[in-house]
């Protein structure tokens, strides 16, 4: 019996190409049968095309999701993992409800989503994973942490047990520098929950025999771990969690069981081979003439050789009349193409000129990345994103909002194999 997946916020379908492969492989042990994507800041819903394109014949909902749970419950099937990279906000706790279901947070916050299938589902599935940026570890700024703690105590107290990593995948010779958090979450019922619950060496499993640890691994933490509690009620989480401190208390790895956590800084410790920037390029005469970049454009005022470049200048705020002294330094022009590229960002389509979308010089002149080459540096299949409703700056868009599918990829194949039995996948 094949793995049962539910993705949420499912964007163009990235967890589901990770897991499943595309086109599916047929010895997969991974089966999505149910999907979310919803974007509340737009009227057209662009990125559900692209998704039922790639999936004609997928059960795919493209409804908002929280409405979803709150009418149409039902909907959401069975399932033995829970997959969505969702939204950064602040998930502080507003308020308890007057029943025994526990607590919600703000309206519109996205991890409450998950938090009440999972509170809500008679048979909650066995494990969860999830993807987001980074600063979710040390946010929000006036109360380093809070919002992670929240989460952590959450599904604690959901019964679940999680390890985290922060993963840049460039560090695995992926042709990318994308930082982003992952974690993993193991329900008390399964034999991954019992095996972190009974491991007496907690760097043992960090660095050596957590999900994290086989797929992506790390120099030996040798007792640099540091240690932590937290409550279980999420109100007193969230209003007292390591409240006047400077620095969040977790750092780029850890795990947690029974309201304790462990959490370590890591250093990778791969031996393969790396891709660069150079190695996704498209050949010059497929790049459609709209690209390149004019000299023009690199020497007009504000261009690109100006956005790109160090500044050290006055500038003027209309707004609240005053001067003040605006400096920056210089950024690589064109980008290094013996290197992992930089982080593609939401705003790299366009032609205008911008201080953060990639330039490359190939045969003399300057371009910007086209499409395929976006989606090549995401590890996604070429061409996944075209649509014929679908512009290149919102395929570039879709890419900035993406996760490195090869992340994916070998999570889902190490999990699956540190998982004891596929086949009793449901538990009370």
């Avoid at 967890?15 to 800041?41: A, M, T």
């Avoid at 409240?243 to 304790?260: R, T």
């Avoid at 660069?276 to 690109?304: H, N, Y």
Wanted: net charge positive; proline share 5%.
């Amino acid at each position: 019996m094949p793995i049962k997946v539910i993705e949420l916020f499912a964007g163009v379908g990235g967890f589901r190409i990770g897991l499943e492969g595309y086109p599916k492989e047929k010895k997969s042990p991974y089966e999505v049968i149910w999907s979310n994507q919803w974007e509340p800041s737009t009227k057209t819903q662009h990125a559900n095309r692209v998704y039922k394109k790639r999936w004609p014949h997928a059960n795919h909902s493209e409804e908002n999701i929280e409405e979803v749970i709150e009418h149409n419950f039902d909907e959401i099937p069975d399932h033995d993992l829970l997959v969505g990279g969702f939204p950064c906000q602040d998930y502080s706790v507003a308020t308890t409800l007057n029943n025994s279901k526990g607590l919600i947070g703000k309206k519109g916050v996205l991890w409450w989503s998950i938090e009440a299938i999972l509170r809500k589902k008679r048979y909650r599935p066995k494990y969860l994973l999830l993807e987001n940026v980074d600063r979710l570890l040390k946010s929000p700024s006036t109360q380093r942490g809070r919002d992670f703690a929240v989460m952590l105590s959450s599904l604690n107290n959901l019964g679940y047990a999680v390890e985290w990593r922060v993963i840049n995948a460039a560090d695995y010779g992926m042709p990318q520098r994308r930082r982003r958090i992952f974690f993993i979450a193991y329900h008390r019922n399964t034999p991954m929950y019992q095996k972190l619950k009974k491991s007496t060496s907690k760097s043992d499993w960090l660095d050596s025999y957590g999900t994290f640890a086989k797929a992506f691994p790390i120099e030996t933490l040798n007792g640099t771990i540091t240690m932590g509690t937290f409550e279980k009620d999420l109100v007193k989480v969230s209003d007292t969690f390591n409240l006047n401190q400077k620095f969040s208390p977790f750092k780029n790895c850890g795990l947690m069981v029974e309201g304790q956590f462990w959490t370590a800084k890591p250093y990778p410790a791969y031996k393969g081979e790396f891709q660069v920037l150079g190695d996704i390029l498209v050949a010059p005469e497929a790049v459609p003439e709209a690209f390149f970049i004019s000299q023009e454009d690199v020497d007009r005022k504000k261009g690109w050789k100006y956005l790109k470049g160090a500044k050290n200048e006055s500038r003027y705020n209309k707004k609240f009349g005053f001067h003040y002294r605006y400096s920056e330094g210089r950024m690589v022009f064109p980008d290094a193409l013996d290197k992992a590229s930089r982080t593609i960002i939401t705003g790299e389509g366009g032609k205008s000129p911008s201080r953060f979308k990639h330039v490359v010089k190939q045969n003399g002149r300057l371009r910007r990345l086209t499409p395929v080459e976006l989606e090549k540096l995401n590890m996604f299949p070429e061409n996944h994103t075209e649509h014929e409703a679908i512009t290149d700056a919102k395929r570039a868009f879709f890419m900035g909002n993406a996760l490195v599918v090869g992340i994916i990829k070998q999570l889902g194949k190490e999990l699956y194999s540190q998982i004891d039995s596929p086949k009793k996948a449901l538990v009370d």
